[in-house]
């Protein structure tokens, strides 16, 4: 399995971002898990949303829940992150992740900068 984010970059405070996870390599079937982790310097890593593939299913960390929305298409093979109402405290390099029943995959990280 091969991840691929994007859509990182630097945003003002209130503002929004969506990032993207193209998945490719292995077929995904419904049981398996994608989700965002991410890492601000100096810190550990601190897991952002999760959903199985689905659709039914997902999870939010406390820090982040009601402001980011975790999806996928499907078709595309993608999955998303709408961001809303970012805050300084969100700034850090996003990590897609796959989780399949014994393995574990992970992107390259896209960063995000959200300034005051």
């Known amino acids: 399995v091969q991840l691929q984010a994007s859509g990182g970059g630097l945003v003002q405070a209130g503002g929004s971002l969506t990032l993207s996870c193209a998945a490719s390599?292995?077929?995904?079937?419904?049981?398996?898990?994608m989700g965002w982790f991410r890492q601000a310097p100096g810190k550990e890593r601190e897991f952002v949303a999760a959903?199985?593939?689905?659709?039914?299913?997902?999870m939010t960390g406390g820090s982040v829940k009601g402001r980011f929305t975790i999806s996928r298409d499907n078709a595309k093979n993608t999955l998303l992150l709408q961001m809303n109402s970012l805050k300084p405290e969100d700034t850090a390099v996003y990590y897609c992740f796959a989780r399949k029943p014994v393995t574990d995959y992970w992107g390259q990280g896209t960063l995000v900068t959200v300034s005051s």
């Open positions: 390599g292995r077929t995904f079937r419904s049981r398996d898990v």
């Open positions: 959903i199985r593939w689905s659709g039914i299913g997902t």
